[in-house]
């Protein structure tokens, strides 16, 4: 039970991490893109470790490309930890300031979450993100990679637990967990992690769920649609679903859906269908669709780039596929999206004002949006500096999870001897005032 002892120790230091100055935390974040830099062929070298060992295996190209970590993954991780630095103190915010009656002064400040296990797929810049998040939010993270970059994942943590010590933060504010079995035991942990985040497969994220008592944060799918009204700018939504699917196919805010009026589908489709042939896109299609594209591509190589489907079999692809059918409207287009959908990052295309308004009211995801990409769903896009996670619940966090999403909240009540008996028998009466 080496892990539970860990968290437990990990548990009493959490309240010294959460009473760290702001100045204390940013001076962490600092140092830590300083020795990133600083040490980065080490990490190129371990990092090819993982991607030797993934092209050994015969490991998904999707994961492949999540698991690389290079120049550009380095470049973006620093700049979300420069970004972090400026932002706001998330700590000791003061949310409500009320008299209850004179001298009896009650006041509600923002506070870490506390101990935070995040257990994550193979993105070995998630593990960045989320150590440079819950540092800056003063909490304690324990972090479990996936096994296709546990070098790069190790050498990674080595670096940040270093230089949040040189920063001053106590030993044991920080943890890395290797072993698949290990996860099984930080699920029993209730009463010392105060939250689990797992970023991964939909029968992943179901798993933790099923099998644990700790509060679960997260989402499992990332099924996100776009919908092109009839009153869309055909070149318009053609680029928005190319970048939406094509910009980083792996990811959860990727693009898997596309629900397309009946109304411009025989002017829309073959436009469509070219521009996602051209770009390496296979589209999975209804019969519906597939009909107008047959009778509009009868000598064309582009009727190789699509093929019909149930629209029971549409799913999350993370890969250039995309599913596609018709509706009749945005009604049905929002009912779709509803019942199907993962509730992740969903988007209209449409120059109707009116159109977009009732899509963007009714579409219950923690993201909608009109006439721009899914792939913005993301905290750094945000300006978060950087994300936890993306959370479709909505119960305290949701969306991409930044420094927000990793407090909560105490109630101070300041009195001078004030006793409830007292206003129960109205020798004393409550007198609410904002302060």
Avoid: W
Avoid at 226 to 245: L, R
Avoid at 381 to 387: K, L, P, T, V
Wanted: hydrophobic share 40%.
């Amino acid at each position: 039970m080496v892990v539970r002892e860990e968290v437990r120790k990990m548990k009493t230091v959490a309240p010294l991490v959460a009473a760290t100055s702001n100045e204390a935390r940013c001076k962490a974040l600092k140092i830590i893109a300083e020795r990133l830099v600083e040490k980065k062929d080490e990490i190129f070298a371990e990092n090819k470790k993982d991607l030797d060992y993934a092209a050994e295996n015969g490991v998904a190209a999707p994961i492949v490309k999540r698991l690389k970590f290079d120049e550009g993954k380095l470049r973006d991780v620093v700049a979300g930890i420069e970004q972090l630095i400026t932002l706001e103190d998330p700590i000791g915010k003061v949310t409500l300031d009320r008299e209850l009656d004179e001298g009896l002064r009650l006041t509600r400040i923002t506070c870490p979450i506390g101990v935070i296990g995040v257990i994550f797929e193979a993105r070995p810049d998630a593990l960045v993100q989320i150590s440079s998040l819950c540092i800056r939010s003063g909490n304690c993270p324990v972090l479990k990679g996936g096994k296709e970059t546990t070098y790069t994942n190790r050498i990674l943590f080595g670096i940040i637990y270093d230089a949040v010590l040189e920063a001053g933060f106590p030993s044991g504010c920080m943890l890395q967990v290797e072993q698949h079995n290990e996860i099984d035991e930080l699920l029993t942990c209730d009463g010392l992690v105060d939250l689990l985040i797992p970023r991964g497969s939909n029968a992943f994220v179901r798993y933790i769920m099923d099998n644990t008592h700790i509060p679960v944060m997260g989402h499992a799918d990332g099924i996100c649609h776009i919908y092109v009204d009839k009153d869309a700018d055909f070149d318009k939504a053609i680029s928005v679903i190319v970048d939406a699917k094509i910009q980083y196919t792996a990811a959860c805010n990727a693009v898997e859906t596309l629900l397309v009026h009946r109304d411009i589908a025989k002017e829309f489709l073959p436009k469509l269908a070219k521009a996602l042939e051209e770009n390496k896109v296979k589209l999975r299609g209804t019969k519906e669709v597939t009909d107008i594209l047959d009778s509009s591509f009868t000598s064309s190589d582009a009727e190789t780039a699509y093929e019909t489907i149930d629209e029971s079999e549409f799913k999350e692809y993370l890969a250039l596929i995309v599913s596609a059918k018709l509706v009749g409207g945005v009604d049905e287009a929002i009912d779709h999206i509803n019942l199907h959908g993962s509730h992740h990052t969903d988007a209209i295309i449409t120059e109707n004002s009116e159109t977009a308004d009732r899509f963007l009211q009714l579409v219950d995801s923690a993201g909608v949006y009109q006439n721009c990409s899914t792939r913005f769903a993301d905290g750094f896009r945000y300006g978060f500096g950087a994300e936890v996670g993306i959370s479709t619940s909505k119960i305290h966090a949701r969306g991409p999870v930044g420094l927000e999403g990793l407090v909560t909240y105490k109630y101070k009540l300041v009195g001078h001897g004030q006793i409830v008996g007292d206003y129960a028998s109205g020798k004393s009466q409550f007198h609410f005032k904002e302060l």
